[in-house]
């Protein structure tokens, strides 16, 4: 399976952003597939995951209310969508997916995307 994820780019604090990840090589409703994000200096984030079934889903506390993660079975893709950005939010945005699989942390997913940068100005 392969993911490629974009979306990313330069957006004004209080602006929005639609990440999107596509799966190549695997049918996304047979995928768990999470949003993790690094920040320079920082430890990678867990920032939301869907369950395979779509039945589960997380949520960073630093992002509830603001972020939705949805999934697009026809296109095969799950998106993110972030709202209200603030300064916070800068960070490498990755996804990453594992089959048949919860909400988990970053150790449980098997493939991962390249990465989509997100930078937020203040």
């Known amino acids: 399976v392969q993911l490629q994820a974009s979306g990313g780019g330069l957006v004004q604090a209080g602006g929005s952003l639609r990440l999107s990840c596509a799966a190549y090589?695997?049918?996304?409703?047979?995928?768990?597939v999470g949003w993790f994000r690094q920040a320079p200096g920082k430890e990678r984030e867990r920032v939301a995951a869907?369950?395979?079934?779509?039945?589960?889903?997380y949520y960073a506390d630093s992002v509830k209310g603001r972020f939705t993660i949805s999934r697009d079975n026809a296109k095969n893709t799950v998106t993110l969508q972030m709202n209200s950005l603030n300064a916070e939010d800068t960070a490498v945005y990755y996804c990453?997916?594992?089959?048949?699989?919860?909400?988990?942390?970053?150790?449980?997913?098997?493939?991962w995307g390249q990465g989509t940068q997100v930078t937020v100005s203040s």
């Open positions: 869907m369950s395979w079934n779509g039945g589960s889903i």
């Open positions: 090589g695997g049918t996304i409703t047979r995928l768990a």
């Open positions: 990453a997916a594992r089959f048949f699989g919860g909400v988990a942390s970053s150790a449980a997913y098997d493939y």
